[in-house]
């Protein structure tokens, strides 16, 4: 009997349920895509701020007191430590920086940062290197230098660098200009075992330069974790790009999420507007309903349960339109797919539920028909 | 008569017109609100990016190689060319001035200190000053003065205690530098240049961090470290944080390659290209770079967000115009019986059709004007929370937003409409 009459009444009044049933496709298809880029967007948003180059940096605490000679050399061992953190996608090179006598006569200064050639090319990803630019981490003899360096030293791609430093020499093959606009462009680049070999310091580096993917609070993870992996050592956020980013991924969060709320309580209204007229519409039936002993209670059990069914539907709805939408988004603005989610399709359905239920208030209107007057005509 | 008619409507059931009225103040709300925050968004996402500093560089050309490590400049003072400070107003005056915010000199001169508080330090140790601006006001060519310095182009520096004030024998110190040493604020520096006369004493008036090398030397004002170095209004390097708008294809074209057209558009567009090239014609014998860590980002997270923005925005108003139409075709699909009774009456399509209109249109008017003061006072609302900064109302989107409103109104109630006017008035009047 409840079954029969509520088809009766979704497929007696086609129009209206279209209307209230696009209102609400429209309003899950908006809010569904938002809800899955908002999961996605600050991964997305981060991964766009790796370009700004390292967020964390390794260096020796300043030692209170103790004279210069120490100068800050950190122990390359810890970059087994760092190497636990690597799962988490953290592009991590050490760095050891010398002022070095380079060139023909008269030599210049000239620095020489030594690294690991093929992470310091993930870890800048702005350079712009012309020449070959795979490199390897064990390569002894070659290096990479600035576009100042190469024009003021007359060195280019594939000459040779003569680099002097204390009573040692290296004669290093250039195999490429890095091209960085900053300071970059005034240094040498060459594997990290070199430059140690110049310094007679096997074994020590500067700093280590890490970039960790993924929010703010990810970067906090990895260095409470690189933290209480080297308590001896300070573990920092590069304070330039980490600050910046913090405020510019929540500001374009808030934004977002604020268009979507605006969308639901449109969508809220609509159903309001739909559920009102057709309340006036059903005054006759519920008339008749209660006149024929139907308690409220089963009268309004009905008209909700119609309800309910058009919110699911169009929650349903909504959410494969979405994703469509979300996929066309993620592709059309970030250039990767968007995966769609199956945790929104739920998420979509309660809401639209919510939203569909909120706007079937006016129904309470319902309950004050009194059958005669209806019956009579009025 | 047809005055009357329309009079009447409104009086008699004004619950129907509230829920189109509310419906098409809260849709077209949304679609202000939206659409004002799109367009501003860019540019308030733009000076937001200041935050991350400098984005061009200015170097004297034919300058020897610096020896720069983490932002620091280790050549001695008499290697390499240098740029005058008189120069400097000329930044403000080219055709996107509005768009420098600010620019910050540097000068590093090695020197040697020693500090007398400090045991560690008493004997002197090498380190490195910086000369520079914290907030440094410039008289300009127009009168005015301009406030600039590392506040706008290094604003994630902070200090412990107090910046050195202008001109003054005051200096900050890089916080490795003062823990190595224990130096305290209010300690006293006596610096003196390697290689070059007298010496000076500084006051420390804070303790810096940068998360760069400045971190291990000393700050202090240009004009101290130009007087310490014997270079008196002279600098090495200058950091220009400028306004821009994010490249594209044209603006990656070389501009020597641009027909005077091209060129005028380039020229007049805020790319960091266009900029760079305008302070080279006020700035003659320097090079000017952009500092593509900085630079590259911002404009592809900008074009990015951007794209993102719109997207949403478009999808929001598509949303509301459909929310807003099927309102509207709710309340038209009451009128039926009226339709049938008019008709009964000897009323003509025309007539029917055009009363039902302009009740609708009065309507979209209406509710387009108040939903438009109350989306840009959303807009306003939402601008000072994200941003800060109260967006503007743009009367050019309310003409837009009323003929939005009239569009969604009509196409919303055209199907219903049309239905009821070619139905047959018998069936209606006996309440078929």
Partial sequence: ?????????????????????????????????????????????????????????????????????????????????????????????????????????????????????????????????????????????????????????????????????????????????????????????????????????????????????????????????????????????????????????????????????????????????????????????????????????????????????????????????????????????FGTRIAPRWEVLPATVILMLLVAFAGALPLRLLGNIRPAAILRGE | MFIRLLKESFIRNPRRKL?????????????????????????????????????????????????????????????????????????????????ILGFTPFLDVPVSMAASASQAAANGFPAVLIGTWYKHSLALEDGTNFYTGAFSTSPWWKVRGQWFAEDSSQCVIGTSLAEKYGINVGDELDVSAQGAGAGKTLTVSGIVSTGESQDEAVLCSLSVAQELSGKTGQFRTLFVSALTKPEDAFSRRDPNTMTPTEFD?????????????????????????????????????????????????????IAAGLAVAATSATTAMERRSEVGLMKALGATNFLVGGLFLSEQLFLAVVGGGVGFALGAGLARELGETVFGVSTSPRLLVLPIILAAAALIVVIGSWIPLYRAAHVSPAPILRGE
């Fill in chain 1, 1 to 333: 009997m409840f079954k029969r009459l509520l088809w009766h009444l979704l497929s007696g009044n086609r129009v209206r349920l279209t209307v209230a049933l696009l209102a609400l496709t429209s309003g899950g298809a908006v809010v569904s895509a938002l809800l899955n880029l908002e999961v996605d967007i600050n991964r997305r948003l981060a991964q766009e701020f790796r370009s700004l180059g390292a967020n964390l940096v390794i260096s020796a605490p300043s030692a209170t007191g103790s004279s210069a000679a120490s100068s800050g050399l950190i122990d390359a061992s810890v970059m087994q430590t760092v190497k636990q953190v690597e799962s988490f996608g953290v592009i991590a090179s050490p760095y050891l920086y010398l002022v070095a006598r380079a060139g023909r006569t008269p030599a210049r200064d000239v620095v020489v940062a030594g690294a690991w050639l093929d992470r310091v090319t993930q870890l800048s990803p702005w350079w712009k290197i012309s020449g070959n630019s795979s490199f390897s981490r064990t390569d002894l003899t070659h290096c990479l230098i600035g576009r100042n360096v190469s024009r003021n030293l007359q060195v280019i791609s594939g000459g040779t660098l003569t680099v002097r430093y204390g009573g040692h020499t290296a004669n290093l093959g250039v195999t490429g200009i890095i091209d960085a606009g900053g300071p970059e462009d005034n240094q040498v680049f060459a594997n990290l075992a070199v430059v140690q070999t110049l310094a007679a310091d096997r074994g020590k580096v500067q700093l280590i330069q890490l970039s960790v993917p993924g929010s703010p609070d990810d970067i906090r993870a990895v260095q409470a974790k690189l933290q209480s992996a080297i308590p001896n050592l300070s573990v920092k956020p590069v304070p330039q790009v980490t600050e910046a980013e913090g405020t510019l991924l929540h500001r374009i969060r808030f934004l977002i999420v604020s268009t979507g709320l605006l969308i639901l309580v449109l969508t809220t209204l609509c159903i309001l507007a739909t559920m009102a007229a057709l309340a006036m519409e059903r005054r006759k039936d519920v008339g008749l309903m209660k006149a024929l002993g139907g308690s409220m209670q089963k009268v309004l059990r009905i008209f909700l349960a119609e309800v309910g069914i058009m919110a699911f539907t169009g929650g349903i709805l909504g959410y494969a339109l979405g994703m469509v939408l979300s996929i066309w988004m993620g592709h059309r603005v």
């Fill in chain 2, 19 to 99: 829920l189109t009225c509310i419906a098409l103040v809260l849709g077209m709300a949304v679609a202000t609100s939206t659409f004002t925050v799109a367009v501003d968004v860019s540019d308030q996402l733009a000076r937001e990016f200041r935050s991350f500093g400098a984005n061009l560089m200015v170097t004297p050309q034919g300058d020897t190689l610096p020896v720069e490590i983490g932002g620091v400049d280790y050549r001695p003072i008499t290697e390499g060319a240098y740029l005058s400070v008189s120069e400097l107003p000329k930044l403000k005056s080219i055709f996107w001035r509005h768009n």
């Fill in chain 2, 265 to 317: 558009r380039w020229y007049c567009t805020p790319y960091i290209s266009s900029i760079s090239h305008q302070i080279q014609e006020v700035f003659p014998g320097t090079q000017v770079q952009p500092i593509r860590r900085i630079a590259d980002t911002e404009g592809r997270v900008l074009s990015h967000v951007g794209l993102l923005l719109w997207i949403v925005t478009i999808a929001a108003l």
